[in-house]
């Protein structure tokens, strides 16, 4: 960041009296703009046995295989963000949402947060930013081919939770680390 955005004028990065972290201060009109992790709503999307995969046709993974998911709009709750990139991406509309994982990714200050929802129908498509759209049962994920880590492991945490019917809300960090060992583990 170079300049204000609220006056124009330059800005600097610098701990403010009070805080403790650095951050871009105007020394025009005082202004202290915080950068804060961006977060990412989704549904793991269910008819029957199947789960609702899109293969995505933008960066980053163009070609991989992801949950419909998304950054969260100002002005929308958390369901609404999910339910809202389900129907860009997947143009599926889902019902009885329930947060089933959250995952905080500090390395790229970035929170996932995905629901386990029902198709209303299977009257879905891929949306602008999807190739296609598919449902799959647990042996016919690409496994190889998702997109994310997150991803991953919420398909590993639902297939695992659906044997018991119990699917308890999941928070774990993933860090850098962790994304290249799954990434490696998925490859071999």
Known sequence: MK?????????????????????????GCQTVHYQNPR????????????????????EPRRGYWTLPAGFMENGETLQQAAERETLEEACARVRDLQLYTLFDLPHISQVYMFFRARLIDVDFRAGDESLEVQLFRQQDIPWSELAFPTIGRTLECFFADRVQQTFPVRNEAMTGLHNRRQEQHQAS
């Open 3 to 27: 300049y204000c955005t609220q006056c124009g004028n330059p800005v600097q990065l610098r701990t403010p009296q009070g805080d403790n972290r650095p951050r871009f201060v105007c020394d």
């Open 39 to 58: 977060i990412v709503a989704g549904c793991l999307a269910v008819w029957d046995d199947r789960v609702l995969l899109c293969r995505r046709a933008i």
